[in-house]
């Protein structure tokens, strides 16, 4: 019998995630794990994320398979994860940060060599807003499946670009040919590259699992997923955001952007470790101030 019954969705990324998390517990622990398959909302639904609010998607029914005991643990990717807590789970780790950037399946070597008017497909409203910023000449369509349609809509000529993050393609070990977008150009979304670990607050094990995490990847998470809290904004609004750690200091950049990419407002906040959630907090309050509110309240 397992020690650890550990939940994810069926995707080909989610179990290679859940592998990759299950391993090093059982590395950390030697408690031996095994995986029970979940299906969720965001899987059984064709529609945009966009119509349905993106929060929790991805999420809910793995979450419940761990407060009802059906599993143990959840393997989560962070940027799919709800800001507001539930008080039946915590999360117990968040292990070492994956690459945080997006990367842009294509044949072209870089954003300015695509042909004008090339057709870019994405279906993250932040990614949109920085396209149409970066080149508003570009035709944008949305975009659903797992990673290797994902690539493959590129490789059949669907599209002349596909937008996806760099650490779903490292997690698989697929290497498109195409380029990353420094975050000096697009900052990731909250949490991007991160995993949660997610486990009943009354597990006895949640010490043994909290082995696993990176101190420097749990507080970026923090102050990056209390900005979007205090910006009221959930998985999907086009905000960006990144943390970076350094001694014993945090600092966070962070953007808000209208979804036409025409507007955008941008702050850098620093403070402890140990404060983390403060960081992100001063960091809505300031983007707020600019004005970011607004546009915000008109993509909601």
Not at 14 to 38: D, F, K, N, P, Y
Not at 80 to 90: A, S
Not at 119 to 124: F, K, L, M, Q, Y
Request: net charge neutral.
């Amino acid at each position: 019998m397992p020690d650890l019954n550990v939940a994810t969705r069926a995707s080909a990324l989610a179990r290679a995630q859940t592998a990759w998390v299950c391993a090093r517990i059982h590395a950390a622990t030697g408690l031996v794990t095994s995986e029970v398959l979940v299906t969720s909302e965001g899987d059984t639904s064709r529609a945009a994320l966009t119509s349905f609010g993106g929060q929790g998607v991805f999420v809910t029914a793995i979450r419940e398979a761990v407060a009802d005991g059906r599993a143990d643990v959840a393997v989560h990717s962070m940027k799919d994860l709800p800001t507001t807590p539930d008080p039946r789970t915590t999360i117990a780790a968040v292990p070492r940060r994956e690459d945080v950037r997006d990367f842009v399946v294509t044949a072209s070597p870089d954003l300015e060599s695509l042909p004008r008017g090339a057709t870019v497909a994405t279906g993250s409203p932040r990614r949109v807003a920085y396209l149409r910023r970066m080149r508003p000449d570009l035709q944008i369509v949305g975009i659903r499946g797992n990673v290797d349609s994902r690539v493959a809509a590129v490789e059949s000529g669907q599209v002349h670009a596909v937008v996806i993050a760099a650490a779903g393609l490292n997690r698989l070990g697929l290497r498109p040919s195409g380029f990353a977008l420094e975050p000096q150009q697009m900052l990731p979304a909250v949490g991007q590259g991160a995993l949660a670990v997610e486990m009943r607050v009354d597990d006895p094990l949640v010490t043994d699992v909290a082995g696993i995490g990176d101190e420097s990847a749990r507080v970026g998470v923090v102050a990056e997923r209390a900005l979007l809290a205090g910006l009221r904004a959930g998985c999907s609004a086009p905000v960006g955001a990144l943390t970076a750690v350094n001694h014993d200091t945090v600092t966070l950049r962070a953007a808000v952007l209208s979804p036409d990419g025409s507007q955008m407002y941008e702050c850098t906040t620093t403070g402890p470790m140990s404060d983390a959630h403060s960081v992100g907090q001063r960091a809505a309050d300031t983007l707020i101030g600019q004005g970011a509110g607004r546009i915000l309240r008109r993509d909601t």
